[in-house]
């Protein structure tokens, strides 16, 4: 069976960092593109980054380049987000999925597979 867990949510103050983590089972690592969606209350669900695990390519929304950093561990079949100066605007539901798409990390759409979320709330 297919699962992402994610972890590493939690109450931070502006300016703060936080790093999630996503672990992977049960599909190949290698062949799929890894990332992060947030959905902050009364919001659209937006793509926040991801990485293709069979090339390396990144990808970020314009609102956290040069704040957060993603990266794969393909040896414990993880993904990380690394959030530094975070900002009140951060606070969301995160989601890990993946799908071999590419392209629908980055859209936030048709993908195949989900995690359950994980909170960031950053305080101002």
């Known amino acids: 069976e297919e699962q992402l867990v994610e972890s590493g949510g939690g109450l931070v103050q502006a300016g703060g960092s936080l790093r999630l983590s996503c672990t992977a089972s049960?599909?190949?690592?290698?062949?799929?593109?890894i990332g992060w969606l947030r959905q902050a209350p009364g919001k659209v669900r937006e793509g926040v980054a991801c990485?293709?695990?069979?090339?390396?390519?990144?990808y970020y929304t314009d609102s956290v380049k040069g704040r957060f950093t993603i990266s794969a561990d393909g040896a414990k079949n993880t993904v990380y987000l690394q959030m530094n100066n975070l900002k009140p605007e951060d606070t969301a539901v995160y989601y890990c999925?993946?799908?071999?798409?590419?392209?629908?990390?980055?859209?936030?759409?048709?993908?195949?597979?989900w995690g359950k979320g994980t909170l960031v709330t950053v305080s101002s």
């Open positions: 999925a993946a799908d071999r798409s590419y392209r629908s990390l980055q859209l936030g759409n048709g993908i195949d597979y």
């Open positions: 990485v293709s695990n069979r090339n390396g390519d990144t």
């Open positions: 049960g599909l190949s690592f290698d062949e799929y593109t």
